[in-house]
């Protein structure tokens, strides 16, 4: 059984930093990748970090240069530091993984935790 877990979030203060968390349990790291998205109330999903498998990490446009995204294998954990955050950064933050099936990925996420930045 799939399941991702994700931790970290909270409130801060416009400026401030938090470090997200993901553990993933049921799959490992694949060709699937994996991902962190976040959906704000009356926002469409927005994707802030995909993690390809061979390591490469892409960021939207909004979050470049302030978030980092990275993997422990060994742990089959992501993590997503977000520093200078901003009050449009408010939003819940999901972690996402894929299984393979076939020629797509069945995808996975996991229940969200709230990142709440006030001024």
């Known amino acids: 059984q799939v399941r991702l877990v994700e931790s970290g979030g909270g409130s801060v203060q416009a400026g401030g930093s938090l470090k997200l968390s993901c553990s993933v349990s049921?799959?490992?790291?694949?060709?699937?990748?994996m991902e962190w998205f976040r959906q704000a109330p009356g926002k469409e999903r927005e994707s802030v970090s995909f993690?390809?498998?061979?390591?490469?990490?892409t960021y939207g446009d909004s979050v470049k240069g302030r978030f980092t995204a990275s993997v422990d294998r060994a742990k089959n954990s992501l993590y997503l530091q977000m520093n200078d955050l901003k009050i449009e950064d408010t939003a819940v933050y999901y972690c996402?993984?894929?299984?393979?099936?076939?020629?797509?990925?069945?995808?996975?996420w996991g229940q969200g935790t709230q990142v709440t930045v006030s001024s």
């Open positions: 996402a993984a894929g299984l393979p099936k076939g020629r797509v990925c069945e995808n996975y």
């Open positions: 993690i390809e498998n061979q390591g490469v990490i």
């Open positions: 049921g799959l490992r790291f694949n060709s699937c990748g």
